[in-house]
Antibody, heavy 120, light 110 residues
């Protein structure tokens, strides 16, 4: 059974950075892409980008380019999302999800989400 | 990258059908079969219900179906049940290694 386990809630200040982790079970890291999605309170889903752990390739949504970094540690099957220069609008739940090319790049398994609150 | 357009809300009585549209452009929905749909209950992570425009993952009831015409994809929920009340989001590959989600539709079972 595929599981994505995310790190706990974060409360941080404007201008700082936050790092969220996502640990995958099974062979996810050797065969799949990890996608990051966020959802602000009462708002819709927003695609942030993705990392292909086996090739260490990253793609970023234009909106987040330069402010977000994805990485992957294959030894622990863990992906990381670091978002810098935080502002209040970054308050959201951050999800990691598995992207499956056998399902035409759909996001078939999701982590439970990590709430991030940016407040002074 | 603009979000795909979905109606904010849709509703139906139990047993009825509801169809949700997802309008994009020829650069995303209209060009790729990488269109998927997600169901999200309050406080929960999204769940994949349709991939590749019209395919259902195992375990998803056949009451859920997807289709596409031009730049608009659609999700139909037939035989509405109380547990179908949720938010629904479409997603599409948008080229240049980017994806985009729809604005989301809240489905209410009357």
């Amino acid at each position: 059974q595929v599981q994505l386990v995310q790190s706990g809630a974060e409360v941080t200040k404007p201008g700082s950075s936050v790092r969220v982790s996502c640990q995958a079970s099974g062979d996810t890291f050797n065969s799949y892409t990890i996608t990051w999605v966020r959802q602000a309170p009462g708002q819709g889903l927003e695609w942030m980008g993705r990392v292909i752990p086996i090739f260490n390739i990253t793609n970023y949504a234009p909106k987040f380019q330069g402010r977000v970094t994805f990485s992957a540690d294959r030894s622990t099957s863990t992906s990381f999302m670091e978002l810098t220069r935080l502002r209040s609008e970054d308050t959201a739940v951050y999800y990691c999800a598995r992207e499956d090319d056998r399902r035409l790049q759909a996001f078939d398994y999701w982590g439970p989400g990590t709430p991030v609150t940016v407040s002074s | 990258q603009s979000a795909l357009t979905q109606p904010p809300s849709a509703s139906g009585s139990p047993g009825q059908s509801v169809t949700i549209s997802c309008t994009g452009t020829s650069s995303d929905v209209g060009s790729y079969t990488y269109v998927s749909w997600y169901q999200q209950h309050p406080g929960k992570a999204p769940k994949l219900i349709i991939f590749g425009v019209s395919q259902r993952p195992s375990g998803v009831p056949d009451r859920f179906s997807g289709s596409r015409s031009g730049n608009t994809a659609s999700l139909t929920v037939s035989g509405l049940q109380a547990e179908d009340e949720a938010d629904y989001y479409c997603s599409s590959y948008a080229g240049n290694d980017n994806f985009v989600f729809g604005t989301g539709t809240k489905v209410t079972v009357l």
